[in-house]
Each structure stands twice: as structure tokens, then as C-alpha cells.
């Protein structure tokens, strides 16, 4: 069996869903499994949803936007009303599920997951209009997590025992959603944001794939985002290794834990196009690529926090643990940290809600300030050229280096 993965980009309109399924049909003659994205800009919509309902708001224009985009990608794809009404119904049923109330990740997680299982339903019902015999299955079935909302850890023994029983099934189609899984009481719960190539990750491990590939608006695996640096470059192939890098500094071609399922079980990922899929893309497997050049990845909204002890004692273990422990008790990941002899200054991507709940802990113990609306800049395989010109740039508030990798943290 072979798994793919189309992201928003590629089924945000019509036209790009019969682009979708045209590829589907050209690899018909193999078992396939089709892990799909919320459409276009659906899920940033639901987050607003999301934020209105936990603030007791009243949210009835924007599910409505949703509703009617999702309305008109249906009538440019079928006849009449074929699937309108069920669409309908499925919007109806949603409304009571954003009205619900709890704790904000528990609350974003039961609306923001409603974006996939539309755009699956959506998918597979206008395949069965093309004559494809499909099968639609809910991922929350399958994917078993933690009550970790808004990053479910995967239960990875529940979840190979889950998927294996996909093995048995004759079905040659089967479409499922990205990004969503559930606790063993079958509470909603998301990967992560742009989970979704985790997901189909997840499902080529446990089912001992051909391979996975994710179709991208890019020819492959790119040596910087082409919108920034025009004279990027698409790798033909990658270790692991080396893609598993890039995506822990912010590479968003590919998401991070997309690779370590993969390699354990030494499955190829393949990045291709969805725009041109005539195009080779890249190959992610276990290879050697000398000389590789700079890879040059910008993640954006970013915040530096740092904290200074008050009594002029230094910064020790000690001290490190109580910054290390709060930042773990908020599920938060750092993305580069520094020290003083009496300050700790670390960089982490800004979510605002759980950025102020960790400045009021450690503000008990620190004198904590922080910057905000940053860029963090990381050259791998830095040489002389990026090296001069990204340390000398305008705005950079801090600067670190190993012998392969050159960080700045950017006022932009």
C-alpha cells in the first residue's frame, strides 16, 4: 500500500480537487490510502471560531463564511444538489460542537479537527460521483492519543493495533483526515498544526507502506522558501537525517515528527507537486549527499523571553530546572537558548495565552522580560557568504553558531 497526503493548498477550490483526483486515478492500480488536509484556509477560520467560542462571542458570520465556501466548492463539483444536503446537516450538527465550552485546547481541538472531516467527506463523496469505489474512514478510530489537546501524543501501541486491522480490508481506495486523532475515551484530539503529514506518516508505519508521499504547490524539498530566497534549489534526494533538521528548525515543507516513524521503518517520503506531479520532487530515505549547500529556514512568530536572577547569584542547574520544568508543564518547545552569569534567555514560538501563563511562574523567581513578533533565521551548512551576510543583517537581537548551524533571532 502506498500512502498520500494533500494539504489545504491542493483542494481549495474546484478545480484543484478534480486536479486531486486525476492523480488519485494515475496510481489506481496499487492499494492507496489518501490522508487529506481542511481546504484552503478552513482550519486558520475554525481557529477563529475556536477563540470566539471560548470567549462566550458569538460566531454565526464566520461559520457561516465557512458554510458557503464549502457550499460552492460542492455545487462546482456535482450536479443539482448531489451532497449539498448532507453537507448542510454536517454544519447544522457542528454548530452545537462550537458551542460547547471547557478549556480552551479542549474547546479549539472538538472545532478545529471539523475542517478535515468535511474535506474528507467531500472528497470521497465526489469520487463515488466519479464512479471510484472508495471507502471514508474516521481517523479518530484509528489514531489513539493522550489528553494533550492541541498536540496529542500518539498512544503508538493502541494505534499500530488500530491500523493493522487495514490490512485485512479488500478496499483499494480508502480516504481518511490528517491532523485528528482521539483519547481512549474518544475525546477529539489534533497533532499539532499542520499535522497532517504526521498523520500519514503514522499510517505508512503501522501499515509497512511502498511509501509516503506529500503533494506540495513546490517541485520538492527546496533549499529555502522560493517567496524569500528565488534562487532556491530542490534537492532530487535527502537522508533522514538531514530532512529531520530542517523540520526541527521550522522548515514548514514537511512537519517534524513527519520523519522519525518513517526512518525507523526505512520508508521513503517523497515530496512531489501537485501542480506538475511529472516532476521527480524529492526522495527522503537513508543515502549519503555530499556537499550539501547552506538550507536556509525562516520561522516566524517567534518570542525571546529572558530570565535574570534577582540577587545577583549566577545562573546554575538549579535555576535552568525550574525554567526547563515550567516551560515542560505548558507543553512548550524551545528553539534556541542562551545563557549569561545571570540571565537565561531562550526563544519559543509565540502562543500568547500559554507565553503569559509562563511568564507569571517564573516571574515568582526571575525577573523575566520578553520581545515578541520575531523572525528566527537558521543557516545549516553555513558558509563564509550566508555567514556574513545573515550575522550582519538589520535587527538581530541574538546570534549563535555551531560548527554547521548559524541561528539570528531578527527584529524584522
Known sequence: MNIFKFGGASLKNSER?????????????????????????????????????????????????IKN????????????????????TQFSNFNSTALAQGEIDFVYDQIVSFGELISSSILTAYLKYRKFEVSWIDSRQYIKTDNTFREGKVDWNLTQKNIAALKQTKDQLIITQGFIGSTTRNETTTLGREGSDFTAAIYGSCLGAQSVTIWKDVPGVMSADPRRIPT??????????????MTYFGASVIHP????????????????????????????????VDHLPPLIVFKENQCLISCKV?????????????????????????????????????????????????IDVLSKQFEVYYNANLTLITIKNYDAITSSAYRTMKGVILEQSSRSTLQVLVKM
Not at 526512518?263 to 511529472?278: E, G, H
Not at 546554575?316 to 507543553?331: G, H, R
Open 69 to 88: 465556501y464549502h457550499v460552492t466548492i460542492c455545487r462546482d463539483l456535482f450536479q443539482g444538489d448531489y451532497f449539498e444536503n448532507e453537507l448542510k
Open 17 to 65: 480537487i478534480k486536479n486531486v483526483v486525476d492523480i488519485i486515478s494515475s496510481h489506481s492500480k496499487d492499494p492507496l490510502l489518501v490522508v487529506v488536509s481542511a481546504m484552503g484556509k478552513t482550519t486558520d477560520a475554525l481557529e477563529k471560531i475556536a477563540s470566539l467560542s471560548s470567549d462566550r462571542k458569538d460566531f454565526k458570520r464566520e461559520l457561516e463564511e
Open 310 to 358: 534577582t540577587d545577583y547569584t549566577f545562573v546554575d542547574e538549579t535555576q535552568m530546572t525550574t525554567i526547563l520544568k515550567a516551560l515542560s508543564d505548558l507543553n512548550l518547545k524551545i528553539n534556541v537558548m542562551q545563557n549569561s552569569a545571570i540571565s537565561f534567555s531562550f526563544c519559543i514560538d509565540y502562543r500568547e495565552s500559554k507565553v503569559l501563563k509562563l
Open 232 to 245: 532556491a534549489l530542490v534537492f532530487d534526494e535527502l537522508p533522514y537525517k538531514e530532512a529531520a533538521e
Open 257 to 288: 515528527k513527519t520523519i522519525k516513524p518513517l526512518a525507523n521503518r526505512q520508508i521513503p517520503l517523497l515530496v512531489k507537486s501537485f501542480i506538475d506531479p511529472t516532476v521527480a520532487g524529492t526522495k527522503i530515505h537513508e543515502c549519503r
